[in-house]
């Protein structure tokens, strides 16, 4: 599976001025709720309860929170990029920049664990890291994406 199969243009965005993991989820939660029609508040909920269970942040400045709810019709997955880190799971020196979001139907298990692996393999490759930072626009993101899924 390629990043662009999981992660269109028109799912990311740009310049939250989120300053808590709180509110970059409270956030998260009204954009997804937005473009499924699911209730912002289960969104935020699911989110929540899946962070209680041990922390999404995998390093570097990169989250991946993810959720499976009920009434999602397939596997969408979106990046997030903030105009400053935030302190992410109250931990001071655990701080994100770059948030990729998972939210998945129930019963899609391996549709969801594809989802992981391929941004985590994208996230891994090269500078990608370093490049998403720098890029100021979502079609600049797209176009990274694009280039990198096939190598």
Do not use: W
Not at 49 to 57: D, F, I, M, V, Y
Not at 77 to 87: G, V
Not at 133 to 144: I, M, P, T
């Amino acid at each position: 599976m390629k990043i662009t199969d999981l992660i269109k243009a028109d799912s990311i965005f740009f310049n939250s001025s989120a300053s808590s993991q709180s509110s970059i989820f409270k956030e998260i939660s009204n954009i997804i709720s937005l473009k499924t029609k699911v209730s912002s508040n289960l969104i935020l909920r699911k989110i929540n309860e899946r962070e209680k269970l041990g922390s999404t942040a995998i390093g570097e400045g990169i989250a991946i929170p993810h959720a499976k709810i009920k009434g999602i019709k397939k596997t969408l997955c979106f990046l997030f990029k903030l105009n400053n880190s935030i302190t992410y799971d109250d931990n001071e020196s655990r701080k994100v920049d770059l948030i990729f979001v998972i939210i998945a139907p129930p019963e899609f298990q391996s549709e969801h664990l594809l989802a992981l692996s391929t941004i985590s393999s994208f996230i891994k490759k090269g500078d990608n890291k370093s490049r998403l930072r720098k890029l100021k626009s979502a079609d600049e993101v797209y176009k990274l994406m694009t280039n990198t899924s096939g190598d």
